[in-house]
């Protein structure tokens, strides 16, 4: 069952994301309208020394969170995912990385907003630091790899538990 | 770095999401606006009968995806996430399961949606159908647990990869 979109309309803006109305027609001929919750997309890094994995960790309100584990992220703006990694790393836990590996792209919700995630592995760490621009409330912390079962359990953010499970069936 | 949620307005409700717009009030004092996607919620279901996974396809209009193969899955409705696992997997695959194991919850996308996943695996499965409410569009298939690294390399969403790496890392 094949559709296409014959029309869109957004209905809302906001800072992160936007509301669309598309109107879409399947192969069948039936017509639907479907609200989409549009996002620019986003990148996470699972960055590790050899010995130690570096996280940030961040009030979110959205969520209720008062300080949620989660890999280095960030939002794209006009760029390859490759080049927001390299400049989210930065700005983020202050390294560069010698070494940077594509890993998985997946949608994060996709019944209902156009998300697309991007991960990458980033070893061969080195200090670079990029001026952070957006969030001072960022903790960096790290945890050793020995403990990377006891991280993914006690996770609840889904690019950093894909990227750590990933990491762990794959990488390690 | 604590924060309260000290204000909250409705902006836009459609069929799926509403968007917010909370007041937000650090412990240093800062208030901030803090734009939400607010979503009731969804449980997945890592199901298998010893041999083979049980997976849908269905088009996701969102996304562009005119086929994506996701676990069986659904929205809550004003139930506990264990009977909406229930739910859908009779209505999705028309099993029952003899053996249900919580795995693990996480938010979609924290920085802006408060979308929260209830994943579950399904064990002893036997035939128990319930009437498909929502979409006729659902296409059963299924896969060899031995192709198991396979359907993870091509997964494309947040759920099913989580469910099943999370399979993967500790209970296969």
């Known amino acids: 069952m094949s559709f296409e979109r014959i029309g869109s309309e957004e209905i809302w803006s906001g800072k992160i994301a936007t509301v669309r109305v598309d109107r879409v027609r ?21 960055a590790h020394d050899g010995e130690r994995m570096y996280f ?6 959205a969520v209720g969170e008062q300080s ?14 490759l080049e927001t990694a390299k400049r989210e790393l930065a700005e983020e836990i202050g390294k ?3 070494s940077w590996q594509f890993l ?15 991960l990458f592995l980033a070893t061969g ?9 957006e969030n001072e409330r960022i903790e960096i912390v790290t945890a050793p790899l020995d403990e990377l079962d006891d991280v993914i359990r006690n ?6 538990l894909i990227g750590l499970l990933w990491f762990r069936a794959f990488l390690s």
Do not use: M, N
């Open 26 to 46: 399947f192969e069948d001929g039936e017509e639907a309208d479907r609200e989409v919750v549009a996002h620019p997309g986003a990148v996470g890094i699972v």
């Open 56 to 61: 940030v960790r961040q009030p979110r309100e």
């Open 68 to 81: 949620l584990l989660e890999l280095p992220a960030g939002k794209l703006e006009d760029e390859e995912p």
């Open 96 to 98: 560069g990385a010698e």
């Open 104 to 118: 998985t792209s997946f949608w994060t919700s996709p019944g209902f907003a156009d998300e697309e995630c991007h």
């Open 125 to 133: 760490l080195y200090d670079h630091s990029e001026d952070p621009d």
């Open 155 to 160: 996770c609840r953010d889904s690019k950093t």
